[in-house]
Each structure stands twice: as structure tokens, then as C-alpha cells.
């Protein structure tokens, strides 16, 4: 493999071209979102910690960057039908919203055991919300006649070339604005963020670790590298509820092929890192969003020999949007 090739097109569902045309199309529409830092973070993780904050992203997560990207690829034959997606959380709500943005209709099949805050926000932002039972299958078949009946174009959450490319962008702007970055460590469900970040981060720079964060109870991604298959499970259990979906086939080969490894952490090491956002960044993150700082201060990645190198580390703080029943049972335990 030639990190150094620009267009992996033939072999991959993005490259650091659709990338940057991506990043053309949304940047007037989105947040370059802020980098912060923390000495005492800092002095805990024994490294330079930089926070890419996409909680602050419009939607709330980095979700919107995709969404919008997606949205605004249509033709106008295509925008004229709308669009359709299934998701539980914050996809679901970043569709709604740059679909609004269009002014064309966003149909999303949400599961009944959805996070009530991320259904508020679809609706905040005018999409049609059509309940389904909690179940992958019910998702999918819910959504696929959603779309035979409208004729709605299908988004998957993560799926998709044209999401993998807008989730990029964020490594356009953290390599831009820091450029001495050696290592970037990104939550991981279905694969498309992670995908993007790793896509373009070391198309730009070949030698970057990219390393994936993923809850025990929701640990496909780590089985899939261990095997080089791959992997999904019968079911998952953990508070990340963003971290939920199983790798894709067109996101599993980037991942396979671009993830350096995955980091899994505990339940309650998301909780105390999510703590330590609110208590030390000042930032409301969802459980998702704190993993990355979970991970970095996890023995498996601070007891790791193979990383005492990595002195410049992004975080990306994938979202903010959490349920604050949920947030106070998990912060009062």
C-alpha cells in the first residue's frame, strides 16, 4: 500500500481528493471547530493533548459534516424526492438539519429505545421521525420501504463514500492548524468517521498513528482487527450508546488497512473521563465523545511500549448530545 498515492478510489470508498472537494462544499456550512488543550490533562497523560471539539459542531457532533456533504452532492432531481435514513442518534439529527438547511424532506426511521435528546434534535430540525423496533433488521427494512414509497435517497449513517469523505475534513483542519500532531486517537462504531480521519491524515502525513477507541461492550472493531475479518456481535452493552453500530464493508477495509490498532476501555473509564471533560475542559461531552480521553489514559495505551512516542495527541471529541437523565445516574455513581 502507497500511503503517498492521492486517489484510492479503485480501492477504497474515499480518498484525500473527495476529501478535499468535500471539504470545498461544506466549509461555508459548517464549524471549523475549536482545538483546547489542558496543562493538567496534560500532566495526567504525561503528553501534549489537543481536544478537536465537534461537540461544538452545528448538531452538536461531528455527524453534520457528512450529512451536509451528502446533502449538498444531490441533484436537484434527487433533493426534489428528499432523503431517508435510519439512525438512533446524532446522524439522525445532522440529516434532519442540512436536509432543512436544503429545504427538502428527511425522513428518519429511528429505533424505539432511541436517546430522547438526539429524537428531540431530529425533530428540532424538521425531520419526519418514523419509529421502528430496536432492531438492525427493523431499521433497515423500515427504511427501505420508506424509500420505495417516497423515493427519498437512502444516507446510511456511515456507510456511505460521500459521509466518509465529509467526516474527513476534521483531519484537514487539525493537521492545517497543528501540523506536529503525531497521533490521533477516534471513537469507533460503524467506521465512518475513523475512516475519513485515517483517509486523510495519512495521506498527508504518512507516519501519523491513528488509533480507534471502542467500548468493551461494544468491542467489533478490536475483533475484527485481532482476526483480519470481518466481525460483528450478537448484541452490545455499553453507556456510549453512539457506539453501538458494527463496521461496514466499506468502512471495515479502510480500517483494516489504515487503523494503527483499537484502544477498549470500560464502561467506567468513559464515565470518569467524561467527568474530567466537564470538571477540568469544561466541555459537555456525550459518552462517545469522551472516550478518546478514556482511551489515552488507559493502561493499555499508557502502558504501551509501542506509543511513548506519541507526544502530540488529538482527541476528537466526537459529540455533546446526551440524555441528561442518563448523564447525572452515570456522573452520581
Given at each position: 500500500?502507497d500511503?503517498?498515492?492521492?486517489?484510492w478510489?479503485?480501492q477504497?470508498?474515499?480518498d484525500l481528493?473527495?476529501?478535499k472537494e468535500?471539504?470545498?462544499?461544506?466549509k461555508s456550512?459548517?464549524?471549523?471547530?475549536?482545538?483546547?488543550?489542558?496543562?493538567?490533562?496534560?500532566g495526567?497523560?504525561?503528553r501534549r493533548l489537543?481536544?478537536?471539539c465537534?461537540?461544538?459542531?452545528k448538531?452538536?457532533?461531528?455527524?453534520f459534516r457528512?450529512a451536509?456533504?451528502?446533502i449538498l452532492?444531490?441533484?436537484?432531481?434527487?433533493?426534489s424526492?428528499?432523503?431517508?435514513?435510519h439512525s438512533s442518534?446524532?446522524?439522525?439529527?445532522?440529516?434532519?438539519?442540512a436536509?432543512?438547511?436544503r429545504?427538502i424532506?428527511?425522513y428518519?426511521?429511528?429505533?424505539?429505545?432511541?436517546?430522547k435528546?438526539k429524537?428531540k434534535?431530529?425533530v428540532?430540525y424538521g425531520?419526519?421521525?418514523?419509529?421502528?423496533?430496536p432492531?438492525?433488521?427493523?431499521r433497515?427494512?423500515?427504511?427501505?420501504?420508506?424509500?420505495?414509497?417516497?423515493?427519498?435517497?437512502?444516507i446510511?449513517?456511515?456507510?456511505?463514500?460521500?459521509?466518509?469523505?465529509?467526516q474527513g475534513?476534521?483531519s484537514?483542519e487539525?493537521?492545517?492548524q497543528f501540523?506536529?500532531?503525531d497521533t490521533?486517537?477516534?471513537?469507533i462504531s460503524g467506521?465512518?468517521?475513523i475512516?475519513?480521519?485515517?483517509?486523510?491524515?495519512?495521506?498527508?502525513?504518512p507516519?501519523?498513528?491513528v488509533?480507534?477507541?471502542?467500548?468493551?461492550?461494544?468491542n467489533?472493531a478490536?475483533?475484527?482487527?485481532e482476526?483480519?475479518?470481518?466481525?460483528t456481535?450478537?448484541?452490545?452493552?455499553?453507556i456510549?450508546d453512539?457506539?453501538?453500530?458494527?463496521?461496514g464493508?466499506?468502512?471495515w477495509?479502510i480500517?483494516?488497512?489504515f487503523?494503527?490498532?483499537?484502544?477498549?476501555v470500560?464502561d467506567?473509564?468513559i464515565?470518569?473521563?467524561m467527568?474530567?471533560?466537564y470538571?477540568i475542559l469544561?466541555?459537555a461531552?456525550e459518552p462517545?465523545g469522551?472516550i478518546g480521553l478514556a482511551?489515552?489514559?488507559?493502561d493499555s495505551?499508557?502502558?504501551?511500549p509501542l506509543?511513548?512516542?506519541?507526544?502530540?495527541?488529538?482527541?476528537?471529541?466526537?459529540g455533546?448530545?446526551?440524555?441528561?437523565?442518563?448523564?447525572?445516574e452515570?456522573?452520581?455513581?
Open positions: 500500500m500511503l503517498k498515492k492521492d486517489n478510489t479503485d477504497y470508498a474515499a481528493s473527495s476529501i468535500a471539504h470545498k462544499r461544506i456550512v459548517i464549524h471549523n471547530t475549536p482545538v483546547i488543550s489542558s496543562e493538567t490533562l496534560d495526567m497523560a504525561g489537543l481536544f478537536k465537534e461537540c461544538f459542531q448538531g452538536g457532533a461531528f455527524k457528512g451536509s456533504n451528502a452532492s444531490l441533484d436537484e432531481e434527487q433533493a424526492k428528499g432523503v431517508v435514513t442518534g446524532n446522524h439522525a439529527a445532522a440529516l434532519s438539519l436536509a432543512q438547511m429545504g424532506p428527511a428518519i426511521v429511528v429505533p424505539s429505545n432511541a436517546p435528546c429524537v434534535n431530529v428540532r425531520g419526519e421521525v418514523i419509529w421502528c423496533e432492531t438492525f433488521q427493523s433497515q427494512i423500515t427504511a427501505d420501504k420508506v424509500q420505495q414509497d417516497t423515493g427519498a435517497v437512502l446510511h449513517p456511515y456507510n456511505d463514500s460521500r459521509i466518509i469523505s465529509g475534513t476534521i484537514l487539525l493537521l492545517e501540523p506536529e500532531i490521533i486517537i477516534v471513537p467506521g465512518g468517521l475512516s475519513g480521519v485515517a483517509l486523510a491524515a495519512k495521506s498527508i502525513n507516519s501519523i498513528r488509533l480507534a477507541a471502542e467500548p468493551v461492550g461494544a467489533d478490536a475483533l475484527s482487527k482476526s483480519g475479518r470481518l466481525v456481535l450478537p448484541q452490545t452493552n455499553t456510549a453512539g457506539l453501538r453500530a458494527f463496521l464493508d466499506l468502512t477495509p480500517v483494516r488497512d487503523v494503527d490498532a483499537v484502544i477498549t470500560e467506567k473509564e464515565v470518569e473521563a467527568k474530567l471533560c470538571e469544561k466541555v461531552v462517545s469522551a482511551a489515552v489514559l488507559s495505551f499508557q502502558k504501551n506509543w511513548t512516542d506519541s507526544k502530540n495527541v488529538a482527541i476528537i471529541v466526537s455533546g448530545n446526551v440524555d441528561l437523565d442518563v448523564l447525572w452515570a456522573l452520581s455513581k
